[in-house]
């Protein structure tokens, strides 16, 4: 079966000045999917995903997002993407359940608080403010609100950082289930074992270009091919699994 991209980039360049930040990169993203885009930082990463999210202008190239021109159409465009809300968007005296309805009246959606904390398991905080939530439930509680307006496609940039083992886990679970009812998901990260555990593809950027573009198991066994192996033994288990293992896989909160 044909896969349909949903999103097309081709030849997409942003400079600032002289400084090229992105160098004429293409790439599509299939529908369905979950599609990493991976690099240091300053490789042009989050700025390619800013332009596609509608938050940064372009210096050159196409972007079509579900068959609507980026140039002709971003406010279509932003009717069909969800994206993560920054710590400074949410109001300090709102809770949760408030917070969610207010959100909702802002894209003119009927939104059922309680059935969207259910999403990521945050109905025990309907009550509480975003403040009071942990690391682990403040993420899930971001992922959320980029599900209020039901969206084809959503955008998480480096989701887990500073979230300890059981709490990564956990939002792995909750980004599976999101694909899994047909979310098309594009995710930035610095952890090579989320981006092997989760994406379909991965595209690696470096100084504004793309460098490699396939299947997490098909660049490892290209890699493999060329003669490489680990300076040493790789065990079937890591030091990630044996802490799960003894304090428990079940999340617990801070």
């Given at each position: 079966m044909t896969k349909q991209s949903i999103i097309s980039v081709k030849n997409l360049k942003k400079n600032y000045g002289d400084f090229e930040a992105v160098k004429g990169i293409s790439f599509d993203v299939f529908e369905g999917e979950i599609f990493g885009l991976l690099g240091p930082n300053g490789a042009g990463k989050s700025t390619t995903l800013e332009i596609i999210e509608t938050l940064r202008e372009k210096t050159s190239g196409t972007v079509i997002v579900d068959h609507i021109d980026l140039d002709k159409g971003p406010e279509d465009i932003k009717k069909i993407i969800g994206v993560q809300l920054q710590t400074s968007g949410y109001y300090p005296g709102?809770?949760?359940?408030?917070?969610?309805?207010?959100?909702?009246?802002?894209?003119?959606?009927d939104v059922q608080p309680l059935e969207l904390l259910d999403r990521v398991n945050l109905r025990d905080k309907a009550r509480s403010k975003y403040k009071e939530l942990s690391g682990g439930q403040k993420q899930r509680f971001s992922i959320a609100t980029t599900l209020i307006n039901q969206p084809k496609i959503i955008f998480l940039d480096e989701p887990t950082t500073g979230l300890d083992p059981q709490a990564r886990r956990n939002l792995w679970d909750l980004i599976k289930d999101i694909r899994s009812k047909g979310t098309t998901v594009?995710?930035?990260?610095?952890?090579?074992?989320?981006?092997?555990?989760?994406?379909?593809?991965?595209?690696?950027?470096?100084?504004?270009?793309?460098?490699?573009?396939?299947?997490?198991?098909?660049l490892i066994d290209n890699l493999v091919a060329t003669g490489f192996e680990?300076?040493?033994e790789v065990k079937k288990a890591n030091l990630e699994d044996v802490f799960?293992?003894?304090?428990?896989?079940?999340?617990?909160e801070e």
């Open positions: 709102l809770n949760l359940s408030e917070l969610i309805g207010l959100f909702g009246g802002l894209y003119n959606r594009i995710m930035t990260t610095h952890y090579m074992d989320e981006a092997e555990v989760l994406c379909d593809r991965v595209a690696i950027i470096d100084s504004g270009r793309i460098i490699a573009l396939d299947s997490p198991d098909k680990r300076p040493r799960i293992k003894l304090t428990g896989h079940v999340l617990r």
